[in-house]
């Protein structure tokens, strides 16, 4: 189904703008993705635990197989850039307020609905959560380019934004994709505390602090706790570096606004449903109590005081045997650190 008018697109265009995304494109399917890259990359296991990225490659990979008839992806991107507050320790910047997932998902209904309503056609929208590979369609709907670091990288704005993405039987005019612009910088290879971008454009995820500390459900290597140093929840390190990031401008979304939080040792001693109860509506939530607390000890190991011992050997009399190791761990950095 062709939508005939630059008119029409425009309207769409509008529509999204109103919804809060400040970018809008499209790329017609089917579409040339780095698919050798990404079956090596899982035949190799560098998705480490993550077992669901080894679930319908054949529509991840062929994504004008997600509806009958699909012709075109929208896609869009909203802005979640803001300073990181001052708190002793560090939380990626996108879960710093609530899940832009549930948000930005009720938003692309919306978009969704007028598009049927208005032109009669099928479309199903997606946030992070379906078999899409993002990062490489937006890059086909001109949003920007997969940087060396595996992050979009969008001119203008940066590394900041969240994307969404529309399959639709719409046969829209394609955006002019994305060219590559990282030129001879390596600041994000450089500066990965982990070595986890081994080259560019390559990324192991078992060895990055984003998928060590919020996706891997084991204890955390010792050959990596030192590097992640304060970081609680993520690491934002390869997407600070990015020079395109000079125009980056905070967001205006409410609702990802930071927020409050208490001392590392005083989260300690929360329970599930105290836990349950701050994290609401977080990303922080998925964590569950006990890799919250893991990750707690880890970054006490590596910034805590004296006066955080006696929490950490509190947690370490606990029964759960991972966290009890991670807290012991702690407690003997600070101690050669600190004196015992």
Same mark, same amino acid.
């Given at each position: 189904?062709?939508?005939?008018?630059?008119?029409?697109?425009?309207? *769409?265009?509008? =529509?999204?703008?109103?919804?809060?995304?400040?970018?809008?494109?499209?790329?017609?399917?089917?579409?040339?993705?780095?698919?050798?890259?990404?079956?090596?990359?899982?035949?190799?296991?560098?998705?480490?635990?993550?077992?669901?990225?080894?679930?319908?490659?054949?529509?991840? *990979?062929?994504?004008?197989?997600?509806?009958?008839?699909?012709?075109?992806?929208?896609?869009?991107?909203?802005?979640?850039?803001?300073? &990181?507050?001052?708190?002793?320790?560090?939380?990626?910047?996108?879960?710093?307020? &609530?899940?832009?997932?549930?948000?930005?998902?009720?938003?692309?209904?919306?978009?969704?609905?007028?598009?049927? /309503?208005?032109?009669?056609?099928?479309?199903?929208?997606?946030?992070?959560?379906?078999? =899409?590979?993002?990062?490489?369609?937006?890059?086909?709907?001109?949003?920007?380019?997969?940087?060396?670091?595996?992050?979009?990288?969008?001119?203008?704005?940066?590394?900041?934004?969240?994307?969404?993405?529309?399959?639709?039987?719409?046969?829209?005019?394609?955006? /002019?994709?994305?060219?590559?612009?990282?030129?001879?910088?390596?600041?994000?290879?450089?500066?990965?505390?982990?070595?986890?971008?081994?080259? $560019?454009?390559?990324?192991?995820?078992?060895?990055?602090?984003?998928? *060590?500390? @919020?996706?891997?459900?084991?204890?955390?290597?010792?050959?990596?706790? #030192?590097?992640?140093?304060?970081?609680?929840?993520?690491?934002?390190?390869?997407?600070?570096?990015? $020079?395109?990031?000079?125009?980056?401008?905070?967001?205006?979304?409410?609702?990802?606004?930071?927020?409050?939080?208490?001392?590392?040792?005083?989260?300690?001693?929360?329970?599930?449903?105290? %836990?349950?109860?701050? %994290?609401?509506?977080? $990303?922080?939530?998925?964590?569950?109590?006990?890799?919250?607390?893991?990750?707690?000890?880890?970054?006490?190991?590596?910034?805590?005081?004296?006066? &955080?011992?006696?929490?950490?050997?509190?947690?370490?009399?606990?029964? &759960?045997?991972?966290?009890?190791?991670?807290? #012991?761990?702690?407690?003997?950095? @600070?101690?050669?650190?600190?004196?015992?």
């Amino acid at each position: 189904m062709a939508i005939e008018t630059q008119k029409n697109v425009d309207r *769409l265009k509008s =529509l999204a703008e109103e919804l809060g995304f400040h970018q809008f494109g499209v790329t017609a399917v089917p579409l040339k993705l780095r698919s050798e890259y990404y079956e090596k990359w899982i035949d190799e296991g560098q998705h480490g635990t993550m077992s669901w990225m080894e679930r319908n490659n054949d529509r991840r *990979l062929h994504p004008e197989s997600l509806i009958e008839e699909a012709r075109s992806i929208i896609v869009v991107a909203m802005n979640y850039y803001q300073p &990181d507050p001052e708190r002793g320790y560090r939380i990626a910047k996108y879960a710093l307020g &609530d899940d832009y997932h549930n948000l930005i998902f009720k938003r692309l209904k919306k978009l969704c609905r007028y598009m049927r /309503d208005e032109f009669g056609s099928v479309q199903r929208p997606y946030v992070d959560t379906g078999p =899409l590979l993002e990062k490489p369609i937006a890059e086909a709907a001109g949003i920007g380019w997969q940087g060396k670091s595996t992050i979009l990288v969008e001119p203008g704005r940066g590394t900041w934004s969240f994307l969404g993405n529309i399959v639709s039987s719409l046969d829209l005019p394609a955006s /002019d994709p994305g060219k590559d612009r990282c030129g001879s910088c390596t600041r994000c290879i450089d500066i990965c505390p982990t070595r986890a971008i081994t080259a $560019p454009y390559q990324l192991d995820a078992r060895k990055c602090i984003s998928y *060590l500390t @919020i996706e891997h459900d084991g204890p955390i290597p010792l050959e990596y706790r #030192e590097a992640i140093a304060d970081r609680l929840f993520g690491c934002d390190e390869c997407l600070d570096v990015c $020079p395109w990031n000079k125009w980056a401008v905070p967001t205006n979304e409410a609702k990802f606004s930071p927020r409050q939080l208490p001392k590392l040792r005083e989260m300690l001693f929360w329970d599930d449903e105290t %836990f349950r109860e701050n %994290f609401r509506g977080s $990303p922080m939530r998925r964590l569950k109590l006990h890799r919250f607390r893991r990750n707690i000890c880890v970054v006490l190991g590596n910034v805590g005081e004296a006066d &955080d011992v006696t929490a950490l050997q509190s947690v370490a009399a606990g029964s &759960d045997e991972m966290v009890k190791e991670h807290a #012991e761990w702690a407690i003997g950095r @600070i101690q050669s650190r600190c004196g015992s």
